[in-house]
């Protein structure tokens, strides 16, 4: 059996999604594109996944897909843990593309809460999984208000969430789903990638964000200006973990601290296993390397 | 001279029944005005419909804009209005819960008008809210506290400070006094009889208690079944009442 583009001998439509699925998708995402960090909801549909899982996410990466795509799945920085192996098979199964593990040799990047360490190019596709796509949620529950104060651009409220951070810390205590300001206009939630990926924000990919439960897709274009909001005397910090990546060195990575006995002893690793993976082969070593410890 | 606010037969109905109907009347800068009634009576349908919380089926409202002179508030666009009632306006609820986010601290509520209408400096607005928490009796180290942790009074009372940090011009209040005590709205009256006067307010009062009116208000408005029955000088109608619904409302009020 193959399907209308002639690629696979699958029993399911390419990649998953009905060809009329796909153009909805499409036509939001084209939408999202032309008013970057405004939400346009979609008829988000049932994935054989839970909600939570990206289904957002992979919509957006189906709708996205052709049959000449790489395809690569990061899962907060990593490419072998349970969410992404999942959806990596899913669409090797589902539409016969090539995966990679490698960010530069992808041509789409599903992404949960990480943005790669490499700098992606033109060419490329990030694609996040967002669970809450509304910046202003927690802190006005009403969707319809919400939805006046985008229009209206009242974005006060945003800063009192900042406000109460100082006031509680001492200083901005965000750390991850950092609030931005797209092109001066939209405020969004850049989905908790940490505050340290933010900067990243503007770059020469492409940058959809697929929220599946929400039912909402937005984009930034490429090379779009993204602000952090901040206080003119607190200004914005991408903060990291201060310590180098114990395992390849890198001192400009973002890192995960894991606990690696019972007596206190902890590491801190590149959560970009790719990066990590591809420093340590051009020899460079960390602290606990195997061949340091030796 | 020109009114602050300028109402012209302002109607509103909740299907076939009557909230408030033919209401008229000026409110020049720097007055108060009370409007008195018993429940039912339309007061807090008037009060909402001139605030823009709803559109009245009928009338006009105009106000006073700064940049424009008088424009009529109900057929302004929305941003507008919503510019307005975040500056020149405010409105204070009968619970302090309606008018607060209660799970944001002191400071973050006095604060929200003022990064509402751009304030992008944290130690500015900080002090700015200490101020305004000093000046309706809040100790400062109360700033980081949230307004659970506040008594009844202590709530409304910071609901007064968020409203007027930003200097309106207008305030609206729907039974400010409403659910204290006696002795902590007679601070609360006289808190907010210096503040009209310190700044120059015009502000509409809606109560159901005449005391509140004696003191604070310059005229006074008396409804009842959505009708305006008698209208004048505070003293005027208070002592010398001619309708007859005003009549008995004087003369139900307790003597101690």
Known sequence: MTDQTGAT?????????????????????????????????????????????????????????TPDDTFKVIDQGADDTTNAVSIRKFFEKTADVETTEHTQDATIIQTRHRIPEAPLTEDQILVYQVPIPEPLRFLEPRETETRKMHALEEYGLMHVK????????????????????????????????????????????????????????????????????????????????????????????????????????????????????????????????????? | MTPLLSVKNVTKMYGDRIGCADVSFDLYPGEVMGIVGESGSGKSTLLAALAGHHAPDRGEVHFDTRAEGLRDTLTMREPERRMLARTDWAFVHQNPRDGLRMSVSAGGNVGERLMAVGARNYGDIRDTATDWLGRVEINADRIDDRPRAFSGGMQQRLQIARNLVTGPRLVFMDEPTGGLDVSVQARLLDLLRGLVREMGLSAIIVTHDLAVVRLLADRLMVMKSGHVVESGLTDQVLDDPQHGYTQLLVSSVLQV
């Open chain 1, 162 to 294: 900042l406000y109460e951070d100082i006031a509680r810390h001492g200083h901005i205590a965000t750390s991850y789903a950092y609030p931005v300001k797209v092109e001066g206009r939209y405020v969004m939630d850049p989905s908790p990638i940490p505050k340290f990926d933010n900067p990243k924000l503007e770059m020469a990919a492409i940058q959809l964000f697929g929220a599946g439960r929400e039912q909402r897709i937005y984009a930034i274009p490429p090379y779009t200006q993204v602000v952090s909001l901040d206080f003119e005397d607190h200004p914005f910090d991408p903060s990291k973990a201060d310590a180098p990546c114990d395992l390849c060195g890198a001192d400009h990575t973002y890192l995960d601290e894991v606990i690696i006995d019972d007596a206190g002893g902890r590491m801190f690793v590149c959560s970009d296993t790719d990066y990590c993976a591809g420093r340590q082969a051009q020899g460079h070593r960390g602290r606990l390397s195997p061949e340091a410890a030796e």
């Open chain 1, 9 to 65: 001998t699958s029993d399911y439509n390419f990649a998953y999604l009905d060809e009329q699925t796909k153009r909805m998708i499409r036509r939001a995402l084209l939408k999202a594109v032309a008013i970057p960090g405004y939400q346009v909801p979609f008829a988000s549909r049932e994935m054989p996944m839970p909600y939570g899982w990206g289904t957002g996410g992979v919509q957006v990466s189906a709708a996205c897909l």
